[in-house]
């Protein structure tokens, strides 16, 4: 096998899209003039230059170092860092149409594309066996997203997300809206943000030495997730996506000694394990690791470990009616009712004095509870401050971890890194049940 190209959706759901294109690129084989351009929508098409079309492509003479330029890119969709930024890419640039929007596609070689992964979801400085670690789980995931949308394509069935109750709505995000394209260039899929970020000379070496290494069980490539703090446990695949168990996606301590973990699906347990700080790889605060890790803006978030939000039953009230549509009147109780392997809440019964709903599975929870997203659903609830009616008027939610908790953990295997282990011992220790194969040369 060779390497493959693969196609990332950049800008998705515009009506207008600026764009640069330097020397080397062609339109239906005629070269194009260096400059800025611009695309927009006309009665259902792409219009360029007075000319109307379904679909542009903009060739790239040399893939691998032929860059262009798209305007006001969406970084952090829905986070609390959400920004533009004017990004550039290597490859090719496709513009399409869908779901009556218009949409810029890269058409890129996956290993340039991990390049910038490696230096878009953390520092390009980190050590040299995380960025091993997380270009071979990039690499997998990535492979077995492509994987996963040609059997569903061959076997001609759907991909359920959701399921839906009058009492209750448990919905997963995954490959919603990604049709026509393999993977999006956001945290929904993977960071990528082409060659903005700049790489360095030891990323590339990275991406050189692992070239076409992937994580394979039982004869698949493996579904390799990564979060950016586990809280101190990992969190099984079917408790946040499809209910699918996968051997090498399932609970385990994020440590290699110590005590005995406790089953945190047991509420007691549950509460005990967040109102506590245990030792865990990624419990730490060691700013010069951090760094490395984290890009500028991921920094804006210094409690992830262990970490507190206060609202006001005003405050939280709002919130839910208007992420959720749904009126629940002054919110009574936030209950959890089933907790998975992590802790993580999966199904939570939100109690308020116009309606009762349960909501599921984690994605959704922090959706739910945050203007963008909560920074994980392991949490306890305390009320204080009853009026007379008895309902709370203040809600503390007291959590554990940054992101769904599955597979790798950033922040554990950088510290990982740091205390001597290589990029194969991360990989079995997150991983565990997997193998490292070389799946193209």
Wanted: charged share 25%; net charge negative; proline share 3%.
């Amino acid at each position: 096998m060779s390497e493959p190209l693969i196609q990332v959706g950049i800008l998705l759901r515009q009506q207008k899209i600026d764009f640069s294109l330097p020397a080397g690129y062609k339109l239906n084989g005629e070269e194009m003039q260096p400059g800025n351009y611009s695309v927009e929508m006309a009665d259902g098409k792409i219009l360029f230059n007075g000319q109307i079309s379904d679909e542009l492509i903009f060739e790239a003479g040399d893939p691998h170092h032929n860059a262009f330029g798209l305007k006001n890119v969406i970084i952090g969709v829905q986070f609390h860092w959400e920004r533009k930024e004017d990004q550039h890419f290597l490859g090719s640039l496709k513009f399409i149409m869908e779901n009556g929007n218009l949409s810029a596609i890269n058409i890129v070689s996956l290993e340039d594309y991990l390049t910038s992964v490696i230096s878009s979801e953390m520092s390009a400085t980190s050590s040299e066996e995380l960025l091993k670690a997380h270009a071979v789980i990039s690499r997998s995931w990535l492979l077995a997203q492509i994987d996963k949308t040609r059997s569903l394509e061959n076997a001609g069935t759907g991909y359920q997300t959701s399921f839906e109750t009058p009492t209750e709505i448990v919905r997963w995000y995954d490959r919603e809206n990604h049709a026509r394209f393999d993977v999006c260039a956001d945290d929904h899929c993977q960071r990528y943000q082409g060659i903005t970020r700049q790489s360095t000379e030891l990323v590339k070496k990275v991406i050189r030495e692992t070239w076409g290494e992937v994580l394979l069980h039982d004869g698949a490539i493996c579904d390799a997730r990564f979060s950016k703090c586990c809280g101190g446990v990992m969190e099984t695949f079917e408790n946040v996506w499809e209910p699918k168990a996968h051997p090498y996606l399932q609970a385990k301590p994020d440590y290699t000694e110590g005590s005995p973990l406790p089953d945190l699906t047991i509420e007691e347990n549950a509460e005990k394990w967040i109102r506590t700080s245990p030792p865990a790889f990624c419990n730490t605060q060691d700013v010069t690791v951090l760094r490395q890790v984290l890009n500028d803006y991921d920094r804006e978030t210094s409690d992830f470990y262990r970490w507190t939000i206060t609202y006001s039953q005003e405050e939280l009230s709002t919130l839910i009616r208007q992420r959720s549509g749904i009126d629940f009147g002054e919110i009574i109780a936030l209950q959890p009712l089933e907790r998975g392997t992590s802790s993580r809440i999966i199904r939570l019964k939100i109690m308020g004095t116009e309606r009762v709903m349960t909501i599921g599975k984690e994605l959704e929870i922090r959706r739910t509870l945050s203007k963008s997203h909560l920074y994980s659903s392991a949490f306890v609830v305390d009320t204080r401050d009853e009026d007379d009616n008895g309902i709370p008027q203040t809600f503390i939610l007291t959590g554990a971890g940054w992101g769904h908790g599955v597979g790798l953990c950033q922040i554990g295997a950088a510290i990982m890194a740091e205390k001597g282990y290589n990029y194969q011992q991360i990989l079995t220790h997150y991983f565990p049940e997997s193998e490292i194969i070389t799946n193209y040369q």
